[in-house]
């Protein structure tokens, strides 16, 4: 490391030497050559002051640096392949032993979301997979969001240094969808789609809030469609999917890919309205938002946007699994707490 003082130079090149013959090397940084070039410090003109003393300082921080490396033990470590269950060469004997596949079973999450796929294939919507990295302009561009929106921002969507992105919302697949389903409005049939799959957010992790949690988007453009439609599906799949008639309510929000766009609430499964502490006591449960797709979308997919309408939602399925089996924390699903899986076995 270079050094502008000439004096500073010197002191490091002693000082390196000397640290060669300790026997305890953090004696060094108690040396009396070290402790002068502090003192100096005080005495020196204004203009060199701080220069000088930032440069004693990088002494002192190189010297921690090789008395920590010259103390740590050096332990040489065969290269392994860590995607390898074991190394080629261990007898088959001591090899450790596998655990039989009916010893395991399947993630609550993926049992739900199954039965959510399920009762909307028989409403019949069909299934699209999303993506684990996306890109800009279908992040956000496609979905009408414009520049300087927050959602661009770094602090709240996960970014590559290639300038990609993790999808925050299953709303990625959108334009894709309306664009490969486009020719079933030229045959008179209506785009009926559902999206689920994996999202990731910037958040701060708390009960409530996760990094990396699973949603499922809904697409249905047709002749005719309307609000009314909306909250007559959400509340079909909503009455399925807890076994018992639920009741929706919405109210206004704002989101750049529908217009007008809500928020939506079921009636609590858990009281029947009555209040519980599971709603808070006001019988009311949000679960995520909807409304009318923005004519901008519909047109950037190629849609006739005067002709043709639709809805679109997006809930999280980590929410709906901890009202049904009254979870209170989201991140038991991510933490692999062999404890807590093993009670959906």
Not at 6 to 25: R, S, V
Not at 271 to 277: F, I, L, M, V, Y
Request: glycine fraction near 6%; charge should be negative.
């Amino acid at each position: 490391m270079d050094y502008q003082y000439e004096e500073i130079a010197a002191a490091a090149k002693q000082l390196k030497e000397k640290l060669a013959g300790l026997e305890d090397k953090r004696s060094i940084l108690r040396a009396p050559e070290l402790g002068s070039l502090y003192a100096q410090i005080k005495n020196l003109p204004a203009e060199i002051r701080a220069s000088f003393g930032q440069e004693v300082n990088k002494l002192k921080n190189e010297l921690e640096e090789l008395v920590r490396e010259s103390t740590q033990p050096k332990i040489e470590l065969p290269l392994i392949d860590v995607t390898a269950p074991f190394d080629v060469n261990v007898p088959t004997d001591k090899k450790p032993q596998l655990l039989p596949a009916e010893n395991s079973s399947r993630h609550p999450l993926m049992v739900e979301r199954d039965k959510i796929i399920e009762i909307f294939a028989r409403m019949g919507l069909t299934a699209v997979e999303s993506r684990q990295i996306d890109d800009d302009y279908h992040m956000f561009t496609a979905l009408n969001f414009p520049e300087g929106h927050p959602a661009r921002d770094d602090y709240d969507t996960f970014t590559t240094e290639e300038g990609l992105f993790a999808p925050a919302h299953t709303s990625t697949m959108q334009n894709r969808v309306l664009k490969k389903y486009k020719s079933n409005l030229e045959k008179d049939k209506a785009i009926a789609v559902i999206i689920p799959d994996r999202v990731f957010r910037n958040e701060d992790l708390d009960a409530r809030h996760e990094h990396t949690f699973y949603q499922v988007e809904g697409v249905y453009v047709d002749k005719g469609i309307h609000a009314g439609h909306l909250v007559a599906t959400i509340r079909a799949w909503l009455s399925s999917y807890y076994e018992k008639e639920m009741k929706i309510k919405t109210q206004p929000y704002y989101f750049p890919f529908t217009e007008p766009s809500f928020e939506f609430a079921a009636s609590c499964p858990f009281c029947e309205q009555k209040g519980c502490n599971v709603c808070s006591y006001s019988g009311w449960i949000e679960l995520g938002g909807c409304g009318m797709i923005h004519p901008h979308v519909l047109r950037e997919a190629g849609i006739d946007s005067s002709k043709y309408t639709g809805f679109a939602w997006g809930f999280g399925i980590e929410r709906l699994v901890m009202l049904k089996y009254n979870i209170e924390d989201i991140r038991h699903f991510e933490s692999a707490n062999l404890k807590f899986l093993r009670q959906f076995s």
